[in-house]
């Protein structure tokens, strides 16, 4: 599995409509909008890489989202 944490930038005013929209997606596990350098705070989980490429390729089809960076979780042992 692959665990991830998307941060994004979106248009001003589509915060509450873009959470609203990704947290019904199972890849989901928990979204939250914040204040600072980025409005979205979300972590997915995944299969593979490819699946956490085509998630992502897919929510930037929206034309609200401007900027996301991803970051890719390793475990602590």
Do not use: C, H, W
């Not at 941060?7 to 929209?21: F, H, Q, R, W």
């Not at 204040?35 to 897919?58: C, E, N, P, S």
């Not at 929510?59 to 390793?74: A, N, V």
Request: glycine share 4%; aromatic share 6%.
């Amino acid at each position: 599995m692959v665990t991830a944490y998307l941060l994004m930038n979106v248009k001003p005013g589509s915060e509450t409509k873009i959470a609203e929209d990704l947290v019904k997606k199972k890849e989901v596990k928990d979204i939250n909008i914040v204040y600072g350098a980025f409005d979205i705070v979300m972590k997915i989980r995944v299969k593979t890489m490819d699946k956490l490429q085509k998630f992502i390729l897919d929510m930037r089809k929206d034309g609200s989202i401007e900027q996301t960076t991803t970051l890719i979780s390793t475990s602590v042992k």
